[in-house]
């Protein structure tokens, strides 16, 4: 169910994933630098109120249309229980989305029936907020009814995201249990696993009849994460699993007897041993079977079409019509530039030898990697949280929105530390009973070098992902596809751009901290080139791997981590470039335009203000802002 798959993708990262996730009016430009932090999020909403006054528009056809994307944001969201979780309510809190290809085809007409009803407006009888509201619906529509094809060419079970630990992180992070009813439903949730896990294996047949099988790397991954859910108690002797010590934990916060949360906690044990255990069995025995089928064939190409896929993903992703063979040539180009800055640090630091030396330092010399312990684990959390609350008190030279909702930084859970990712944030609960979390994964410290954290820090906290997408949901008066939904090339953007931002205020002091936020840059071009490589080019695993150890100062593990990531995800990765490149490119045009009046915190408020937009509306947007400032007197 591609709306599922695209929200839940937001909700959880990638990912800001992502795969992942727009807001307001255009913001009526505040009236000079001055303007209180309070004017932030309420300002975006005054372009709409002062157009609705053009006699053009038909308050009527406003009214009808926003209540028209609210009824197709709830349709939808009414067929996805779990992302219901993850906006934090509890209807239908005792279930699974619907995995079902029958399923999945109903949904496919009913989006198709929701696009007549968008295209049956009358544009012209529309304010500007809901003119760009109509805009991006139509064109998420078509886009959700083109990638209907495509439904198969997709990895259920993969390393990054799988739905046999999307259950649980979801049960961990997001089933809040505030009653004995929330408990139950917990427990529901457990004993509906096998049928769940039935459907996902059907899918899983069904791709494989097709011919899409992951490649043999992937099982070794998914399967070990299976069989790290069911050991412990109540499966078998040892310490209490993963699931069981997180309800014991939840139950014993309630304000019941003793007796009460006994029960419960036996109701569980039981659910884990007669659903949970034989679901995962079932799921892990199945994918025992395919691994026999897979090869180490690693692109997209390998897929029926998989060329013309290929083509569709880099331009969802990157909401440009750029083609592998542009995108790969830009990266080639990118890599080329940031090499050269990186040469300057190397001045800076007085090391001498060349630049792949100079990599070859970053990577072992012990003063950059914390120890692979716990205190080692809980200095590099401590220190992360330090740098983004630094940040935090210096917002108001770079911010006119800001976002209320609360950051935290975890670990990622043992259970999946192994094989998530580098570092991801999930967006925080509409309602505020859940924190923005900006998770990173230290399973092996070598892995996290303290030259990058500030970069990451900054990436996936403040000003990055947790400002954008909460700045997102916390806006008025648009619709809710527009704050929760998303386009990667955004979002990602956004997160890389806000790795630069803080140098321009005086961040990164440490010149060796700014070689890791040029490292970070250059990890993104680098994958422009190895993406589009493994893809389009027919690269291999190992080949892609190779680049970037030749051309990146990351450590080995990261290096395969990426390309593995890369490889289950075709296009993604290239998001975040093309992105940060386009917001760069439009500020710099505006600097240019405006000269002095060009006022970075206005021009933040305008990419912020009116959530997640494909790059060419973003340029529309831009470009109308820096007409209002030109007319001024």
């Known amino acids: 169910m591609q709306f599922t798959k695209t929200l839940i993708a ?32 309420e300002n975006a909403n005054t372009h709409s109120k002062a157009t609705a006054q053009d006699t053009s528009v038909n308050p009527e056809t406003v009214a009808k249309a926003n209540q028209l994307f609210e009824d197709h944001f709830e349709e939808l969201l009414d067929r996805s229980p779990v992302f219901k979780t993850f906006l934090g309510m509890k209807e239908d809190y005792d279930q699974w989305d619907n995995l079902s290809p029958e399923f999945e085809r109903e949904t496919h007409e009913i989006v198709k029936r929701q696009l007549a009803e968008l295209k049956a407006i009358d544009a012209s009888e529309l304010d500007d907020s809901t003119v760009l509201s109509l805009k991006l619906a139509i064109r998420n529509k078509e886009e959700e009814i083109e990638g209907f094809k495509w439904r198969l060419h997709t990895y259920p079970v993969n390393q990054m995201y799988a739905e046999h630990t999307q259950v649980a992180s979801l049960l961990i992070n997001q089933h809040r249990i505030d009653s004995v009813e ?50 412990g108690a109540p499966y078998s002797e040892g310490e209490d699993s993963t699931l069981l010590k997180d309800f014991k934990g939840k139950v014993e916060k309630l304000n019941i007897s003793d007796e009460q949360k006994q029960a419960l906690i036996t109701k569980a044990e039981a659910a884990m041993r007669e659903s949970v255990q034989p ?49 790969h040539q830009k990266g080639l180009e990118e890599v080329a530039r940031i090499h050269d800055e990186m040469r300057g640090i190397m001045e800076q630091v007085g090391f001498e030898g060349s630049l792949q030396e100079f990599f070859e330092f970053m990577r072992t010399d012990p003063q950059f990697y914390y120890p692979n312990t716990e205190e080692g684990k809980q200095r590099y959390l401590k220190e992360a949280t330090a740098l983004i609350d630094n940040l935090k008190e210096r917002l108001d030279e770079l911010f006119i929105s800001k976002p209320k909702a609360e950051l935290t930084v975890k670990a990622v859970e043992p259970f999946r530390e192994k094989s998530a990712g580098k570092a991801f944030y999930q967006r925080p609960a509409p309602d505020g009973s859940r924190p923005g979390i900006y998770y990173a994964n230290l399973y092996n410290m070598n892995d996290m070098p303290s030259y990058q954290m500030e970069a990451l820090a900054y990436h996936e906290g ?31 953007g956004w997160g890389l751009y806000s790795e630069l931002v803080p140098k321009e205020i005086g961040l990164y002091q440490d010149p060796y901290s700014d070689f890791g936020r040029l490292a970070m840059e250059l990890w993104r071009a680098a994958r422009l080139v ?24 990351n450590p080995q593990g990261d290096q395969k981590k990426a390309i593995e990531r890369y490889i289950v995800m075709p296009g993604q990765a290239t998001a975040y470039k093309i992105g940060m490149l386009k917001i760069v490119e439009l500020r710099e045009k505006a600097k240019a335009a405006l000269g002095d009046r060009f006022d970075i915190r206005e021009f933040h408020d305008v990419v912020l203000a009116n959530g997640a937009v494909p790059l060419d509306v973003l340029e529309e947007l831009v470009d109308e802002w820096v007409a209002q400032v030109q007319a001024r007197q």
């Not at 909700?11 to 000079?32: F, H, M, Y």
């Not at 403040?462 to 809710?480: D, F, N, R, V, Y």
């Not at 993406?531 to 291999?540: A, N, V």
């Open 530 to 553: 190895v993406d589009t490589g493994l893809h389009s080019k027919k690269w291999t695993r190992e080949e892609a791997i190779e680049y970037l150890g030749k051309n990146t100062p």
């Open 182 to 231: 929330d408990a139950d439903a917990y427990i529901a949730r457990l004993n509906a696993l096998p049928a769940h896990f039935d459907q996902l294996i059907a899918n899983l047949k069904e791709r494989a009849d097709a011919g899409i099988i992951p490649p043999k790397f992937v099982f070794p991954y998914v399967i070990s994460d299976g069989k790290n859910l069911i050991t």
């Open 279 to 327: 679901a995962y069995e079932a799921l892990i025995a199945y994918l025992g079977e395919l691994e026999q089928q897979a090869n180490t064939d690693d692109g997209a190409w390998k897929f029926p079409d998989g060329d013309d896929y290929y083509a569709h993903r880099l331009n969802v992703y990157t909401t440009t019509d750029m083609s592998a063979d542009e995108i």
């Open 462 to 492: 403040i000003p990055g992902h947790h400002m954008q997408l909460s700045i997102a949901q916390e806006l008025e008066g648009i619709p809710k596809f527009r704050k929760f939904g998303g386009y990667t090339a955004y979002t990602e």
């Open 10 to 41: 937001a909700a959880i990262s990638t990912l800001v994933i992502t795969g992942c996730d727009r807001a307001e009016d255009k913001p009526a430009p505040n009236q000079d630098a001055g303007a209180s932090a309070e004017s932030s999020i």
